[in-house]
């Protein structure tokens, strides 16, 4: 599962077609499960082509949106996280922040990668009480080189462009 805290808070359609223009060989469903929501009627479970996400309030407090997109490969999910957190960044103008495991400090559970305007910024949100509406901010410590990633149109990890 990939996740992400949007800024600003997009339409089911334009989620769909983020994800879409990413991985176009994949049908992007939008699918509130963990809320109860049926099954949408042309998602096919048994089609490992089918995906889908989940569009929610967020605890992050300068992040109003969280989506998490299911039934994506198992392997190298957080540079998909990355990849395709950066996307919606750029693509919508805006900051996004996803779950991130520094590699130096593979423990410490604060960190995160905060995308603006799809530049990539190390983020700790260790001081931000989630679900509380003055917490203090997810702070922003300093630009952050990733690594340059390539998937193809079904969400695999490929190496080289």
């Known amino acids: 599962m990939e996740e992400f805290y949007l800024s600003k ?4 359609a334009q989620i769909q077609e983020c994800f879409r223009d990413a991985m176009p060989s994949l049908t992007v469903f939008e699918w509130a499960m963990m809320i109860g929501d049926q099954e949408p009627m042309e998602f096919d479970s048994a089609d490992p082509m089918h ?5 929610s309030t967020s605890e992050v407090p300068q992040f109003p949106q969280h989506v998490a997109l299911y039934r994506t490969p198992n392997e190298d999910w957080e540079a998909r996280s990355l990849w395709l957190g950066q996307k ?10 996803v779950p991130f495991t520094h ?12 995308f603006q305007d799809g530049s990539p910024y190390l ?10 509406p003055d917490a203090k901010p997810v702070q922003i410590l300093e630009v952050y080189a990733l690594p340059e990633v390539h998937f193809d149109t079904c969400g695999n990890l490929r190496n080289t462009p």
């Open 9 to 12: 808070v997009l339409s089911t």
């Open 51 to 55: 995906i889908f996400f989940e569009a």
């Open 88 to 97: 919606l960044s750029a693509t919508y103008g805006m900051a996004v922040l």
């Open 103 to 114: 590699p130096a400090q593979p423990h410490y559970p604060y960190y995160d990668i905060v």
């Open 123 to 132: 983020a700790d949100d260790s001081e931000t009480e989630f679900g509380e």
